[in-house]
């Protein structure tokens, strides 16, 4: 990890490497208040560290798998991960402990969210198919139809009206919440697999890996 000081555009300062991996690192994730760092890995497990000093807090068990992606919630007191052993789990953050595991996923899931409003949760795999969650009770509410290759990439919008997820089908579709019975839409233009989506406040989209700029 890099430091990056405000009077300069860019320094490499105080450099912090977390380094009790045992397979290769898959997805890195920060809590809200920037105070943990979440990992997980190849080797089935999470870890938790202490930012500032790079202290493993704590290593989580429960996935039979790879662990593929993982994030925390808006409010810190959960996170997620998704693996290749087609579930994705939830965890309480104080505890550690599983909250549910999400078991309607057929083959490896590469992409979890958390909605901002602490509702939803979106996992995408590479059965194809990407799936909304409820946060509370751990049930699947809705499929979102439409891709025709892996689901590698989701991300909601700041205000959690909508969600967009990318494929390996060079597609990024985008899904009204409040609206089930309107269509996605599609945003097309790339060459390749969309392996990352990203939202601003003002409702932007950006998507790589050719990176496109979309005004929602």
């Not at 045992?22 to 089935?44: H, I, M, R, W, Y």
């Not at 009770?137 to 025709?148: I, T, Y």
């Amino acid at each position: 990890m890099w430091k990056r000081h405000p009077s300069e555009d860019f320094s490499v300062d105080n450099i912090r490497y977390f380094s009790r991996h045992k397979a290769e690192v898959n997805c890195c994730a920060f809590s809200p208040d920037c105070q943990l760092l979440l990992t997980c890995c190849d080797a089935g497990k999470l870890y938790l560290w202490k930012t500032s000093t790079a202290k493993l807090l704590a290593s989580v068990s429960g996935h039979t798998g790879p662990v593929k992606c993982c994030v925390f919630s808006s409010d810190g007191r959960l996170f997620a991960s998704a693996s290749h052993d087609c579930s994705v789990r939830t965890w309480c953050n104080s505890s550690l402990k599983c909250t549910h595991t999400l078991t309607a996923h057929r083959r490896s899931v590469e992409t979890v969210s958390f909605s901002p409003d602490g509702q939803w949760l979106l996992s995408g795999g590479w059965d194809n198919r990407a799936l909304i969650w409820s946060i509370q009770s751990g049930a699947l509410l809705e499929e979102l139809k439409g891709h025709n290759a892996a689901v590698q990439s989701s991300v909601f919008s700041s205000d959690s009206q909508s969600v967009a997820t990318g494929s390996w089908d060079r597609a990024v579709r985008v899904w009204k919440l409040r609206d089930r019975q309107a269509e996605a839409v599609v945003l097309q233009g790339h060459l390749g697999n969309v392996a990352c989506l990203c939202f601003s406040v003002a409702g932007m989209l950006v998507s790589l890996p050719k990176q496109i700029l979309f005004d929602i």
